[in-house]
T-cell receptor, first 110, second 114 residues
Framework: DAGITQSPRHKVTETGTPVTLRCHQT?????MYWYRQDPGHGLRLIHY???????DKGEVSDGYSVSRSKTEDFLLTLESATSSQTSVYFC?????????FGPGTRLTVL | QKEVEQDPGPLSVPEGAIVSLNCTYS??????FMWYRQYSRKGPELLMY????GNKEDGRFTAQVDKSSKYISLFIRDSQPSDSATYLC??????????????FGKGTKLTVNP
């Protein structure tokens, strides 16, 4: 699992509330990614980071922000959750030319 | 045209069958090709990785890349019920500043019946 943990693993929240998901890695990888996975859409990149305080947008970044204040943690924040953000969220790290994924966070926005 | 196309299936085969999973792509800049296996309610797990064209074999799994046709395949020999999962293809191009991003197919759901 490339030393990746995600927390929480499951969360149910209400529309309009802020939500922060955490990705933690123990092997000092430089590149980290946040994806969401939805039926019919597959995996889509939300944001990624290429170092501490260095982040950039992916293809579905609207409504999401990220922060990386230390190498091991990459946080994904939904400032005001909407039902369309109900999804499974995966964090990944880059190793060589490939990526390795965490176990995922299942988020439900009611 | 989507960058990566993958038949979502579902695909159902008997145990012991040879399984062929495929993706087509449109971006000729893709150089790195991967197959991930994802069990239900788990994260994608890297199964095979190939650079450029050619074949790669690992146990019962063989990955093939045909860049001239923009077509990649994953073959599973002697399929087992434990191979039941969703298989995702992924690919990327030449590195641009190091922040390479993967483009994924939508996945093919495979069931191997005992």
């Amino acid at each position: 699992d490339a030393g990746i943990t995600q927390s929480p693993r499951h969360k149910v929240t209400e529309t309009g509330t802020p939500v922060t998901l955490r990705c933690h890695q123990t092997e000092n990888h430089r590149y980290m990614y946040w994806y969401r996975q939805d039926p019919g859409h597959g995996l889509r990149l939300i944001h990624y980071s290429y170092g501490v305080k260095d982040t950039d947008k992916g293809e579905v970044s609207d409504g999401y922000s990220v922060s990386r204040s230390k190498t091991e943690d990459f946080l994904l924040t939904l400032e005001s959750a909407t039902s369309s953000q109900t999804s499974v969220y995966f964090c990944a790290i880059r190793l060589g030319d490939t990526q390795y994924f965490g176990p995922g966070t299942r988020l439900t926005v009611l | 045209q989507k960058e990566v196309e993958q038949d979502p299936g579902p695909l159902s085969v008997p145990e012991g069958a040879i399984v062929s999973l495929n993706c087509t792509y449109s971006n000729s800049a893709f150089q790195y090709f991967m197959w991930y296996r994802q069990y239900s309610r788990k994260g994608p797990e890297l199964l095979m990785y190939t650079y450029s064209s050619g074949n790669k074999e690992d146990g019962r799994f063989t990955a093939q890349v045909d860049k001239s046709s923009k077509y990649i395949s994953l073959f599973i020999r002697d399929s087992q019920p434990s191979d039941s999962a969703t298989y995702l293809c992924a690919m990327s191009g030449l590195r641009q500043g190091g922040s390479e991003k993967l483009v994924f197919g939508k996945g093919t759901k495979l069931t191997v019946n005992p």
